[in-house]
Nanobody, 131 residues
């Protein structure tokens, strides 16, 4: 059974940092794409970042470029999202999602934001940034 467990959320002041973790189990952690999404109250779920295991490519939403960094530790079956310079607009529930197998590299740069591209989802972790 595939499981994704997020952790690391919390309350932080504007300008602060958090590191989210997504611990994966139930699939071979050698061919995958792991995405981070977030959903604020009353808003659509949006793609924040993604990492592809095939070549280590990373992708970011424009709103977080330069502030967030995605990385993976394959030995621990874990993907991280380092979030720096946090803003109140980053407040949301953050979810990690997994696509098992190598994603379609030719189209992934445009496709990674699509929630229906992923097979499995975690339960989410709350991030709250106070002003």
């Amino acid at each position: 059974e595939v499981q994704l467990v997020e952790s690391g959320g919390g309350l932080v002041q504007t300008g602060g940092s958090l590191r989210l973790s997504c611990a994966a189990s139930g699939f071979t952690f050698d061919a995958y794409a792991i995405g981070w999404f977030r959903q604020a109250p009353g808003k659509e779920r949006e793609g924040v970042s993604c990492i592809s295991s095939s070549d280590g490519s990373t992708y970011y939403a424009d709103s977080v470029k330069g502030r967030f960094t995605i990385s993976s530790d394959n030995a621990k079956n874990t993907v991280y999202l380092q979030m720096n310079s946090l803003k109140p607009g980053d407040t949301a529930v953050y979810y990690c999602a997994a696509r098992v197998g190598t994603p379609p590299l030719a189209t992934w740069e445009g496709a990674w934001r699509g929630r229906y591209e992923y097979d499995y989802w975690g339960q989410g972790t709350q991030v709250t940034v106070s002003s």
